[in-house]
């Protein structure tokens, strides 16, 4: 445990406590009330703190003058960042995520990869650190020969051009030729061959492919408002040429051995089922590289090249040991110099409602393309049953934001170290922890501004409502570090979320438009709306989610 100063959750244990006394008293074999009061008896008296109390069995709750908090507030409202700081110390960060495959379609760990990557992208970014993204894709290995074949014998039938909008039925049929025709089958390892030795045609072919594949996700990326683009796509074949060369390095360590024909890396940090060290196979006995191979020299890579001081990867929990045993081995080969931080910033699966894997009702896999589609025309009924007056190209605007913030706010709201259940009902909620709830919020506060006929102004903090609301809004940059630090979207969305909670309460007790306000409270209660509606725009910005002034 550390000494912490922490925002107090309780209104009535003041702004800010701190354990310090707690932990000291081990060290100094005192009672920590004893400590805590010794602590405060030598706090000078300040002008931004109204009291000192010791709760409980030694915590120290700060009271901070209101005056101070109303001062902090008006600074937070005429900065750009909302009080939110820029790092100290920026780093170097390169953030891995989304990493669909080729000639497939992405599917929904590929949809968590990619909206939980985002999120944690636009926050790194904001908050100051230089964040390249990579798009893993895979773009390489042996079933290429075999799609290289059928995309040939497809354009022998179908003439070039012809338009794959269905990567699951090309794989499927790929793989039928290659198992029911011997001859596609022998074409189809002819084609590994020289593919692999960079024959021009096969590379052609392979280009193709992957431009299909990528032109089509690059569509989903765009209205999904994710900020991935073509320039970021750093596939497994990027490593391709360094894969020879890491693996005899790693012989040369006496880090990898041979086995059988094969080049593996025992490691005793991992056991086996029977308990012994882990095999990792790192070259087959065919000369075939494997998954782990390219992502040891895609870290070495990441920090030779870009001098990486964080490599984050989304990718789902199912993959936790590969990324344990690539960074072990990658650290062991010294790859990596000490300081430098690997997170595997893992994600449970998508459910259905019933608790099973997301699916469609036949069982296939959901294509990320049906599924927003479904979500706008969902968001359009929605419309219409609350009466909706909106028309034309707004009303477009106004379902895609909705649509696409929902299915994003659904899967950032939840801890991603969890399984998720995807219900539609709950996702579009006006009520609730939901992206629909903090857009209406939003849009609520807006309506203010169109009526008012005053300007906000100075803040006073007079009641226990405000007092609140500006304690969470003051709250802000800490939600955001923690959110950055941790890479857990669902900080930030659960602070948006309490954050519109205390507004709705401090609207409906303090009056702002109503007859009877003086002027100087209801200029100052418009600047706390003004301030919550920035915050409420600025959160969910950093989470890809857009906000509108009507709904
Ligand atoms: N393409 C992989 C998949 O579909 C994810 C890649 C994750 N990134 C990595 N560097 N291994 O599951």
Redesign the pocket.
Known sequence: MKIRIDRAKDRTHGDFATNAALILSKPLHRKPSDIAAAIVSRIPSSERISKIEIAGPGFINFFVNQNEVAEQLEKMASDPRLGVPLKKEPQTVVV?YS???VAKEMAV??LRSTVIGDAIVRVLEFEGDKVIRAN???DWGTQFGMLIAYLEKKENELGTGMDLSDFEAFYREAKACYDDDPAFAEKARHYVVLLQSGDEYCRKMWSKLVKMTMDQNQNLYDRLDITLKPKDIMGESLYNDMLPGVVDDLIKKGIAVEDQGAIVVYLPEFKNKDGEPLGNIIRKKDGGYL?NTT?IA?IKYRVEHFHAQRIL?F?DSR?HQ?HEVVWEIAKKAGYVPDGVSYEHCQFGMMLGKDGRPFKTRDGGTVKLRDLLDEAESRVSALLDARGSTLKGEERKQVIHNIAIGAVKYADLSKNRNTDYIFDWDQMLSFDGNTAPYLQYAYSRIRAIFRKAEIKPGNIIISNDAEQELAAKLLGFGEAVRQTGDKCLPNILCTYLYELAGLYMHFYETCPVLKDGVDEKTRRSRLALCALTADVLKQGLKLLGINVMEQM
Request: with cysteine; glycine share 6%; charged share 10%.
């Open positions: 891995d990493a669909p495959n760990h590929h893993h894709i895979g998954y992502d895609c990867y990718s993959q590969h």
